[in-house]
């Protein structure tokens, strides 16, 4: 990224107020682990932890929302501080639609990550816009702010 491009990027995301973002392909590798007693085990990395924690501590709300459900999530939400947590989620849009509401937010002051085509309409709707190499077809065309490699230390 260019050094006009990181000072378009910084001045568009100075107004952001909410960071909301998909879970599963954004703060994890998007595999699934299932143990024998068949609880389900992700892998997040502690550097999105730290950028998270440093996003909430600038002032910026957080928020996850995700079509799965997941006690992991639950828990490692939970560690972080994250509390707008939403699980098993099919229109990700309605939620930032309410979260809007409920605090006075434009859409150009929420950042959306995702990566998969359930993420699609949010990306479309909502402000500030990120996106990954792996993403799916149309969302390509979507522009690029980053360039990291899912659930490695995005944040």
């Not at 100075?14 to 954004?26: C, E, K, P, Q, Y």
């Not at 992991?72 to 994250?82: D, F, Q, S, T, Y």
């Amino acid at each position: 990224m260019s050094d006009t491009d990181q000072i378009e990027v910084s001045k568009k995301l100075s107004f952001v107020r909410l960071l909301a973002m998909d879970i599963d392909g954004v703060l994890t590798d998007g595999g699934l682990l299932f143990t024998s007693d068949e609880s389900e085990n992700k892998r997040f990395h502690v550097a999105d932890g730290l950028g998270l924690q440093l996003v909430m501590i600038a002032g910026i709300s957080v928020a996850w929302i995700s079509g799965r459900k997941s006690t992991a999530v639950e828990k490692r939400a939970a560690e972080l501080g994250i509390t707008h947590l939403y699980q098993g989620i099919s229109n990700k849009a309605t939620v930032l639609a309410e979260l809007m509401v409920a605090y006075t937010l434009t859409p150009a002051s929420i950042a959306y990550i995702g990566d998969d085509l359930n993420d699609i309409l949010v990306i479309e709707r909502f402000g500030q816009r990120q996106r990954f190499e792996r993403i799916l077809g149309g969302l390509r065309r979507q522009r690029i702010i980053g360039h990291q490699i899912v659930g490695q230390a995005l944040i």
